[in-house]
T-cell receptor
């Protein structure tokens, strides 16, 4: 069964450093997303991406964040200068179509900012 | 008012009984409704989706939607210890790409 894959599973970084989280969405999906979940809290939307551009972003997704689809398979989230409060589980998701499309999640990257 | 509300639980249900999980949403423009299961430390796993008023059954799971009351529920029949998890209600508006999650209800099935 096709699945969304994310690497790395864990990432430890120093405050102020840049990190890149990587995702390979399901191959025939066109809609891509990043969500995050701080320990004990709800899953929060960060950004959606379609047709090689951001289609929607939340207030969390400020100028420190960027997304890119550098080739036909990868989808990345970059945090330019990490803060302590960026520590969370980051989930990539992909969807098969728009308005009623279901989202399928990767296994996540646990980011720890020290 | 929160966009998607769920009772955080924990909800304790004896093995073999029916577990009933509830969710309300605030935006009447919402069109798609999902239930995800999340085990501790794992990612959300889609288990049910529903678009129309009424019931939708899939195996031991039944999703119920009442758009007039802005209410979604999930019934799990013949509950098993492996059903112990957090169940996330999620909602999508047609004009949006994203889905919005509730905080989730922790379900504990008692052996």
């Amino acid at each position: 069964e096709p699945e969304v894959t994310q690497t790395p599973s864990h990432q430890v970084t120093q405050m102020g450093q840049e990190v890149i989280l990587r995702c390979v969405p399901i191959s025939n999906h066109l809609y891509f997303y990043w969500y995050r979940q701080i320990l004990g809290q709800k899953v929060e939307f960060l950004v959606s991406f379609y047709n090689n551009e951001i289609s929607e972003k939340s207030e969390i997704f400020d100028d420190q964040f960027s997304v890119e689809r550098p080739d036909g398979s990868n989808f990345t989230l970059k945090i330019r200068s990490t803060k302590l409060e960026d520590s969370a589980m980051y989930f990539c998701a992909s969807g098969d179509r728009g308005p009623r499309g279901k989202l399928f999640f990767g296994s996540g990257t646990q980011l720890s900012v020290l | 008012q929160k966009e998607v509300e769920q009772n955080s639980g924990p909800l304790s249900v004896p093995e073999g009984a029916i577990a009933s999980l509830n969710c309300t949403y605030s935006d009447r423009g919402s069109q798609s409704f999902f239930w995800y299961r999340q085990y501790s430390g794992k990612s959300p796993e889609l288990i049910m989706f529903i678009y129309s008023n009424g019931d939708k059954e899939d195996g031991r799971f039944t999703a119920q939607l009442n758009k007039a009351s802005q209410y979604v529920s999930l019934l799990i029949r013949d509950s098993q210890p492996s059903d112990s998890a957090t169940y996330l209600c999620a909602v999508k508006k047609n004009r949006d790409d994203k889905i919005i999650f509730g905080k989730g209800t922790r379900l504990h099935i008692l052996p």
